[in-house]
Protein backbone atom coordinates (compact mmCIF):
# COMPACT_ATOMS: atom_id res chain seq x y z
CA UNK A 1 0.00 0.00 0.00
CA UNK A 2 1.25 3.50 -1.02
CA UNK A 3 0.46 6.60 1.37
CA UNK A 4 0.79 10.45 1.15
CA UNK A 5 1.40 12.07 3.97
CA UNK A 6 0.95 16.09 4.25
CA UNK A 7 2.06 18.46 6.28
CA UNK A 8 -0.25 21.54 5.54
CA UNK A 9 0.99 24.93 5.63
CA UNK A 10 0.72 27.97 3.41
CA UNK A 11 4.21 28.98 3.52
CA UNK A 12 5.52 25.06 3.27
CA UNK A 13 3.78 22.53 2.64
CA UNK A 14 5.42 18.88 3.27
CA UNK A 15 4.66 15.81 1.65
CA UNK A 16 5.98 11.94 2.34
CA UNK A 17 5.03 9.26 -0.14
CA UNK A 18 5.59 5.82 2.36
CA UNK A 19 5.01 2.35 0.83
CA UNK A 20 4.04 -0.36 3.41
CA UNK A 21 4.44 -4.51 3.03
CA UNK A 22 3.14 -6.13 5.82
CA UNK A 23 4.91 -4.38 8.95
CA UNK A 24 7.31 -2.85 6.82
CA UNK A 25 7.28 0.79 6.01
CA UNK A 26 9.48 2.63 3.85
CA UNK A 27 9.98 5.73 2.38
CA UNK A 28 9.77 6.33 -1.71
CA UNK A 29 9.94 10.18 -1.62
CA UNK A 30 9.35 13.14 -0.05
CA UNK A 31 9.61 16.39 -0.86
CA UNK A 32 8.28 20.25 0.14
CA UNK A 33 5.69 22.91 -1.41
CA UNK A 34 7.56 26.67 -0.49
CA UNK A 35 5.47 29.52 -1.63
CA UNK A 36 6.25 33.35 -0.93
CA UNK A 37 4.12 35.71 1.40
CA UNK A 38 4.71 38.11 -1.58
CA UNK A 39 2.59 36.10 -4.09
CA UNK A 40 -1.01 36.41 -4.20
CA UNK A 41 -3.25 33.98 -2.58
CA UNK A 42 -4.49 32.42 -5.61
CA UNK A 43 -0.89 31.62 -6.66
CA UNK A 44 0.38 29.88 -3.52
CA UNK A 45 -2.70 28.18 -3.60
CA UNK A 46 -2.78 27.18 -7.03
CA UNK A 47 1.26 25.89 -6.42
CA UNK A 48 0.29 23.35 -3.57
CA UNK A 49 -2.46 21.99 -5.59
CA UNK A 50 -0.17 21.63 -8.63
CA UNK A 51 2.99 20.16 -6.97
CA UNK A 52 1.08 17.36 -4.71
CA UNK A 53 -0.79 16.57 -7.88
CA UNK A 54 2.31 15.97 -9.69
CA UNK A 55 3.44 14.18 -6.90
CA UNK A 56 0.14 12.33 -6.82
CA UNK A 57 0.35 11.05 -10.49
CA UNK A 58 3.92 10.38 -9.88
CA UNK A 59 3.95 7.50 -7.03
CA UNK A 60 0.36 6.60 -7.28
CA UNK A 61 -0.75 6.42 -3.47
CA UNK A 62 -4.15 5.56 -2.70
CA UNK A 63 -4.32 6.82 1.03
CA UNK A 64 -4.25 10.39 2.28
CA UNK A 65 -2.67 10.84 5.91
CA UNK A 66 -2.80 14.88 6.94
CA UNK A 67 -2.42 16.48 10.05
CA UNK A 68 -5.37 18.62 11.42
CA UNK A 69 -5.00 22.00 11.94
CA UNK A 70 -4.55 23.03 15.58
CA UNK A 71 -6.19 25.97 16.16
CA UNK A 72 -3.54 28.14 18.73
CA UNK A 73 -3.50 31.74 19.43
CA UNK A 74 -2.51 32.74 16.31
CA UNK A 75 -5.75 33.01 14.43
CA UNK A 76 -4.32 34.35 10.99
CA UNK A 77 -2.16 31.31 10.93
CA UNK A 78 -4.60 29.02 11.41
CA UNK A 79 -6.73 30.10 8.50
CA UNK A 80 -3.80 30.54 6.28
CA UNK A 81 -3.26 26.88 7.49
CA UNK A 82 -6.66 26.26 6.46
CA UNK A 83 -6.90 27.40 2.90
CA UNK A 84 -3.20 25.44 2.27
CA UNK A 85 -5.05 22.21 3.75
CA UNK A 86 -8.02 22.51 1.36
CA UNK A 87 -6.06 22.82 -1.38
CA UNK A 88 -4.07 19.51 -0.46
CA UNK A 89 -7.37 17.84 0.03
CA UNK A 90 -8.46 18.83 -3.49
CA UNK A 91 -6.06 17.36 -5.20
CA UNK A 92 -6.22 13.97 -3.15
CA UNK A 93 -9.77 14.10 -3.90
CA UNK A 94 -9.77 14.75 -7.05
CA UNK A 95 -7.63 11.64 -7.42
CA UNK A 96 -9.96 9.42 -5.68
CA UNK A 97 -7.46 9.59 -2.50
CA UNK A 98 -8.76 8.04 0.98
CA UNK A 99 -8.80 10.59 3.39
CA UNK A 100 -7.28 9.95 7.47
CA UNK A 101 -7.07 12.88 9.30
CA UNK A 102 -4.98 13.18 12.63
CA UNK A 103 -3.70 16.00 15.39
CA UNK A 104 -0.26 15.96 15.59
CA UNK A 105 -0.55 14.51 18.92
CA UNK A 106 -2.02 11.29 17.74
CA UNK A 107 0.95 11.31 15.08
CA UNK A 108 3.42 11.83 17.84
CA UNK A 109 2.32 8.93 19.97
CA UNK A 110 2.03 6.46 16.79
CA UNK A 111 5.51 7.59 15.62
CA UNK A 112 7.40 8.43 18.77
CA UNK A 113 4.99 6.77 21.97
CA UNK A 114 4.10 10.04 23.43
CA UNK A 115 2.06 12.85 22.38
CA UNK A 116 4.70 15.17 23.67
CA UNK A 117 7.36 14.24 21.83
CA UNK A 118 9.25 17.35 20.07
CA UNK A 119 10.85 17.89 16.59
CA UNK A 120 14.08 16.30 17.26
CA UNK A 121 12.58 12.91 18.68
CA UNK A 122 10.12 12.71 15.66
CA UNK A 123 12.91 13.26 13.24
CA UNK A 124 14.52 10.45 14.85
CA UNK A 125 11.83 8.29 15.00
CA UNK A 126 10.96 8.61 11.53
CA UNK A 127 14.12 8.26 10.31
CA UNK A 128 14.48 4.92 12.44
CA UNK A 129 11.26 3.67 11.10
CA UNK A 130 11.68 4.00 7.58
CA UNK A 131 15.45 3.00 7.43
CA UNK A 132 16.81 5.90 5.75
CA UNK A 133 20.32 7.11 5.84
CA UNK A 134 19.78 10.48 6.72
CA UNK A 135 17.22 13.20 8.37
CA UNK A 136 14.83 13.91 6.65
CA UNK A 137 14.54 17.74 5.92
CA UNK A 138 12.96 20.40 6.25
CA UNK A 139 10.87 19.48 9.15
CA UNK A 140 7.46 19.98 7.25
CA UNK A 141 8.47 16.88 5.46
CA UNK A 142 9.62 14.57 8.29
CA UNK A 143 6.58 15.98 9.97
CA UNK A 144 4.63 14.75 6.65
CA UNK A 145 6.38 11.13 7.20
CA UNK A 146 5.15 10.79 10.49
CA UNK A 147 2.15 11.33 9.50
CA UNK A 148 1.63 8.57 6.68
CA UNK A 149 3.33 6.12 9.33
CA UNK A 150 0.96 6.97 11.52
CA UNK A 151 -1.82 6.19 9.06
CA UNK A 152 0.01 2.91 7.76
CA UNK A 153 0.22 1.96 11.44
CA UNK A 154 -3.31 2.43 11.82
CA UNK A 155 -4.55 0.13 8.84
CA UNK A 156 -2.15 -2.48 10.35
CA UNK A 157 -4.09 -2.66 13.66
CA UNK A 158 -7.37 -2.41 12.03
CA UNK A 159 -6.59 -5.22 10.07
CA UNK A 160 -5.56 -7.31 12.67
CA UNK A 161 -8.14 -6.35 14.37
CA UNK A 162 -10.62 -7.63 11.64
CA UNK A 163 -8.56 -10.59 11.16
CA UNK A 164 -9.05 -11.80 14.87
CA UNK A 165 -12.47 -10.89 14.75
CA UNK A 166 -12.90 -13.12 11.28
CA UNK A 167 -10.73 -15.99 13.02
CA UNK A 168 -13.50 -15.79 15.90
CA UNK A 169 -16.15 -15.96 13.86
CA UNK A 170 -15.16 -18.95 11.66
CA UNK A 171 -14.24 -20.71 15.35
CA UNK A 172 -18.07 -20.04 16.20
CA UNK A 173 -19.23 -21.44 13.25
CA UNK A 174 -17.24 -24.50 13.39
CA UNK A 175 -18.34 -25.24 16.93
CA UNK A 176 -22.06 -24.40 16.02
CA UNK A 177 -21.32 -27.21 13.06
CA UNK A 178 -19.84 -29.69 15.30
CA UNK A 179 -22.70 -29.15 18.30
CA UNK A 180 -25.44 -29.84 15.11
CA UNK A 181 -23.62 -32.68 14.10
CA UNK A 182 -23.67 -33.91 17.52
CA UNK A 183 -27.68 -32.77 18.57
CA UNK A 184 -28.07 -34.75 15.05
CA UNK A 185 -26.23 -37.67 15.92
CA UNK A 186 -28.60 -38.07 19.76
CA UNK A 187 -31.53 -37.24 17.42
CA UNK A 188 -30.79 -40.57 15.29
CA UNK A 189 -29.57 -42.25 18.15
CA UNK A 190 -33.12 -41.37 19.96
CA UNK A 191 -35.40 -42.24 16.94
CA UNK A 192 -33.45 -45.22 16.44
CA UNK A 193 -33.82 -46.55 20.02
CA UNK A 194 -37.59 -45.46 19.88
CA UNK A 195 -37.88 -47.58 16.65
CA UNK A 196 -36.58 -50.84 18.58
CA UNK A 197 -38.75 -50.07 21.19
CA UNK A 198 -41.82 -50.09 19.27
CA UNK A 199 -40.44 -52.87 17.02
CA UNK A 200 -39.68 -54.57 20.63
CA UNK A 201 -43.26 -53.90 22.12
CA UNK A 202 -44.95 -54.63 18.56
CA UNK A 203 -43.47 -58.18 18.44
CA UNK A 204 -44.66 -58.82 22.32
CA UNK A 205 -48.11 -57.90 21.62
CA UNK A 206 -48.18 -60.11 18.51
CA UNK A 207 -46.65 -62.96 20.43
CA UNK A 208 -49.47 -62.36 22.84
CA UNK A 209 -52.18 -62.56 20.77
CA UNK A 210 -50.80 -65.98 19.32
CA UNK A 211 -50.49 -67.01 22.83
CA UNK A 212 -54.22 -66.41 23.28
CA UNK A 213 -55.29 -67.76 20.28
CA UNK A 214 -52.98 -71.35 21.03
CA UNK A 215 -54.70 -71.10 24.62
CA UNK A 216 -58.51 -70.90 23.13
CA UNK A 217 -58.03 -73.72 20.88
Known amino acids: MIILGIDPGLAHTG????????AMCRARAYGCVTTKASEPLSQRLGAIFTELTQAIDKYGPTQLAIEKIFFGENERSAIATAQARGAAITACALAGLEVGEYTPMQIKQAVVGTGSADKRQVIYMVRNVLALDHDPRPDHCADALAAAVCHANLLRTQAITRDHAA???????RAQALANKQAARELTAAATAAHVQRSSNDYGTVSQIRQSRRSTS
Not at 15 to 22: I, L, P, S
Not at 167 to 173: G, H, K, R, S, Y
Open 15 to 22: WGVVETRG
Open 167 to 173: LQMIEQE
